[in-house]
């Protein structure tokens, strides 16, 4: 009788724990490629006089539509990752000591960020229910 209460009294929409996890780790990448992002450009190996900061504005934009799970964001994000993820390899090929140590640690962030956002979106995906009149897919 009381599992019954509860399972009455949980939401419909409740987020299913595979989501939960695939956001949190997208979550905690994009943290940990914020922090490097900062801690590279205004203290370890500033380029220039550390005016790429900047390019990690759009990334701190995307922290509020993940927390949020919003789909959107995570779709653009996946795209808009590959700039980034050009801009390593452009950092870990032409660039020497400990600049080219911390352009091979954002490759893995990103590829690990790239990867969650994946996740989620394909879970989201999976989980999502058919809209009224529509017949749900089959799986193979």
């Known amino acids: 009788m009381t599992s019954e209460l509860q399972q009455a009294s949980e939401p419909s929409n409740a987020v299913p724990p595979a989501v939960q996890r695939a956001r949190l780790s997208a979550v905690l990448a994009l943290v940990g490629t914020l922090a490097l992002w900062l801690i590279r450009e205004l203290w370890l190996a500033p380029t220039g006089s550390g005016s790429l900061i900047v390019l990690a504005l759009p990334l701190l934009l995307c922290a509020a539509g993940l927390i949020g799970h919003r789909m959107v964001t995570f779709r653009w994000l996946s795209l808009?990752?590959?700039?980034?993820?050009?801009?390593?390899?452009?950092?870990?090929?032409?660039?020497?000591?400990?600049?080219?140590?911390?352009?091979?640690?954002?490759?893995?962030?990103?590829?690990?960020?790239f990867t969650a956002c994946v996740v989620y979106i394909r879970q989201r995906q999976g989980n999502a229910r058919p809209a009224a009149g529509e017949v749900a897919p089959t799986k193979v």
């Open 80 to 113: 808009l990752l590959w700039i980034y993820f050009g801009l390593a390899v452009i950092r870990a090929t032409t660039e020497s000591g400990i600049a080219r140590g911390l352009a091979v640690v954002e490759l893995a962030l990103l590829l690990w960020l």
